[in-house]
């Protein structure tokens, strides 16, 4: 028999016999298996098939959009990529201008766009008081229903005339660096014409980023908000203020939705149309400078020839969209792999 140790109440005597080891697996092992209902299987079915639909979808245009350029690519051939003049019925056409407009213009909207919506999207989720956020989750909402013809015209009418001056200053003190240089202009003239300034990439992706802000907003928002309330409260009752929190916490955790954001931010701004191509001047030559008047696209070229174009021309211009499609895909492949190796939580696990 067993002794009890005065004072612990706890027997003593000899080990009881060790018992045999159990594995790591073993309570998994254990662990009963449910059976799938039929409403489960009928909801993953309607889940692979609204998958495969997507799927089917963009195979569908991929080879609609090739088959109605064969045509065009076929008389162009690799000179369509190199070529930046447009003039299908002349057999010299290409794309090398519109689609560095279209490259340009995303990623100076994107420039402008992910500071604006990170600072919005933190400051909802981190600094509002409760009564207000869900005001101001409405309205950044609600910034995104917004028709694009008019943030068109609010950018051509009243934006335009308010931010030459901002071009013409960036133009005097950064024209150093390539891409804000302006062509025979002497910034520090004060009598020279400002319209080199308007009716540019700047202006235009200025624009975009306001449309393409409440997208990404909305994606690191909900991301933020996330985060693990646990490691919130412990990096505050450690010491750290609510910055601090913010770095070690939540920016980390929310890498894969600032990320994601990002992306589909870039992919709406290669796409978009009316309002670029109410603010731009169309040219057909690779305009680097974008502060300098004059710019396109490759969704602007087909607003503006789909209406006058022949047969030919019609094929072109597919080839063109064809161009744009494959890179908006390239654009989400690459977004989708980065958030996949940063997903969100990640930078926080221990």
């Known amino acids: 028999m067993s002794a009890v140790v005065p004072g612990l109440g706890q027997p003593c005597g000899p080990p009881p016999e060790p018992g045999p080891e159990r594995g790591p697996d073993d309570g998994a092992r254990r662990a009963p298996r449910g059976r799938t209902e039929p409403v489960d299987r009928l909801f993953q079915g309607v889940l692979r098939g609204s998958g495969a639909v997507v799927l089917a979808i963009m195979l569908l245009v991929g080879v609609f959009l090739t088959y109605r ?3 065009a690519l076929g008389v162009a051939q690799w000179s369509f990529l190199t070529t930046s003049a447009w003039e299908p019925d002349s057999r010299r056409f290409g794309i090398a201008a519109v689609l560095t407009g279209t490259v ?3 990623v100076t909207a994107i420039c402008i766009a992910v500071p604006l919506a990170l600072g919005t999207a933190l400051y909802i989720s981190e600094y509002a008081p409760r009564k207000l956020r869900r005001t101001l989750i409405s309205l950044v909402d609600l910034m995104a229903a917004v028709p694009s013809v ?4 609010w950018g051509f009418f009243l934006l335009q005339g308010q931010v030459v001056g901002l071009s013409r200053w960036i133009a005097t003190y ?3 660096i390539p891409v804000f240089g302006v062509d025979g202009v002497d910034p520090g003239d004060p009598l020279q014409t400002t319209t080199v300034y308007t009716s540019s990439t700047f202006i235009a992706g200025i624009v975009v980023a306001l449309m393409v802000t409440p997208i990404a907003c909305s994606v690191m928002r909900e991301t933020f908000s996330q985060a693990p309330p646990g490691e919130r409260e412990g990096a505050l009752a450690l010491g750290a203020t609510r910055w601090g929190m913010i ?5 980390p955790y929310g890498r894969g939705g600032i990320i994601g954001g990002t992306m589909l931010g870039l992919g709406r701004a290669l796409g978009e149309t009316i309002a670029v191509y109410m603010i731009i001047s169309p040219v057909f030559s690779v305009q680097w400078h974008v502060l300098q008047n004059g710019a396109n696209s490759v969704s602007a070229l087909i607003a503006l ?3 006058s174009a022949s047969e030919f021309g019609m094929s072109a211009l597919m080839a063109a969209g064809l161009a744009l499609f494959l890179l908006t895909l390239v654009v989400n492949f690459v977004a ?3 958030a996949a190796r940063s997903r969100s ?3 926080t696990e221990a």
């Open 69 to 71: 350029a064969s045509q």
């Open 104 to 106: 340009l213009i995303g």
């Open 150 to 153: 008019v943030y068109g015209l």
């Open 174 to 176: 950064f024209s150093w």
């Open 247 to 251: 770095r070690a916490v939540v920016l």
């Open 305 to 307: 020839r789909y209406g």
């Open 336 to 338: 989708s792999s980065i």
């Open 345 to 347: 939580g990640a930078g």
